[in-house]
Antibody, heavy 123, light 110 residues
Framework: QVQLQESGPGLVKPSQTLSLTCTVSGGSISSGSYYWSWIRQPAGKGLEWIGRIHISGSTNYNPSLKSRVTMSVDTSKNQFSLKLSSVTAADTAVYYCARDNTSGGVTTSFDYWGQGTLVTVSS | QSALTQPASVSGSPGQSITISCTGTSSDVGGYNYVSWYQQHPGKAPKLLIF???KRPSGVSNRFSGSKSGNTASLTISGLQAEDEADYYC??????????FGGGTKVTVL
């Protein structure tokens, strides 16, 4: 059974960079069969897809966040990561990592999710 | 990219059927059969209910079904149960090779 677990600071100061890591267990990222996504949810609001990464290094980002987002993957640790720069209070949210079910490189759905981690942007 | 449009809330009595709509454009919902649906209970991570418009992952009750017509996808919950009270989100692939979610629908079991 695939499991994902987010980790990282729960508090980030405005204008700084938010950094999160997702550790995958029960399956190898190195198989190359999947993309891996980050999704966030502000309190009381809906889900927002941030972007995805493949072990090849291929990425796709939400156009509204693209200028501030960087994703990377570490196959030796079976992890992938998110960096979001120049954060403001509007970036306060629960951040989820998820596995993309893909068909021909297209993400068709998110079949496994982490439990989520709350990141608060505040001085 | 704009969020897909879902009703804010839908309610029904136990045993009834309800349908949640998800409206997009020809660049997302209408253009591809890559619509998925998620159930989210308070404080929990979303759970995949439907993928590829109408397919159910193993272990998901057959009371949940999906369909699509034009730019609108739908999730139907039949035989509504108390445990179905949750938030539901649709998601679609887009022509920009990105994913977009709906705003979410709160289902209340009366």
């Amino acid at each position: 059974q695939v499991q994902l677990q987010e980790s990282g600071p729960g508090l980030v100061k405005p204008s700084q960079t938010l950094s999160l890591t997702c550790t995958v267990s029960g399956g190898s990222i190195s198989s190359g069969s999947y993309y891996w996504s980050w999704i966030r949810q502000p309190a009381g609001k809906g889900l927002e897809w941030i972007g995805r990464i493949h072990i090849s290094g291929s990425t796709n980002y939400n156009p509204s966040l693209k200028s501030r987002v960087t994703m990377s993957v570490d196959t030796s640790k079976n992890q992938f990561s998110l960096k979001l720069s120049s954060v403001t209070a509007a970036d306060t949210a629960v951040y989820y990592c998820a596995r993309d079910n893909t068909s021909g490189g297209v993400t068709t759905s998110f079949d496994y999710w982490g439990q989520g981690t709350l990141v608060t942007v505040s001085s | 990219q704009s969020a897909l449009t879902q009703p804010a809330s839908v309610s029904g009595s136990p045993g009834q059927s309800i349908t949640i709509s998800c409206t997009g454009t020809s660049s997302d919902v209408g253009g591809y059969n890559y619509v998925s649906w998620y159930q989210q209970h308070p404080g929990k991570a979303p759970k995949l209910l439907i993928f590829d418009v109408s397919k159910r992952p193993s272990g998901v009750s057959n009371r949940f079904s999906g369909s699509k017509s034009g730019n609108t996808a739908s999730l139907t919950i039949s035989g509504l149960q108390a445990e179905d009270e949750a938030d539901y989100y649709c998601s679609s692939y887009t022509s920009s090779n990105t994913r977009v979610f709906g705003g979410g629908t709160k289902v209340t079991v009366l």
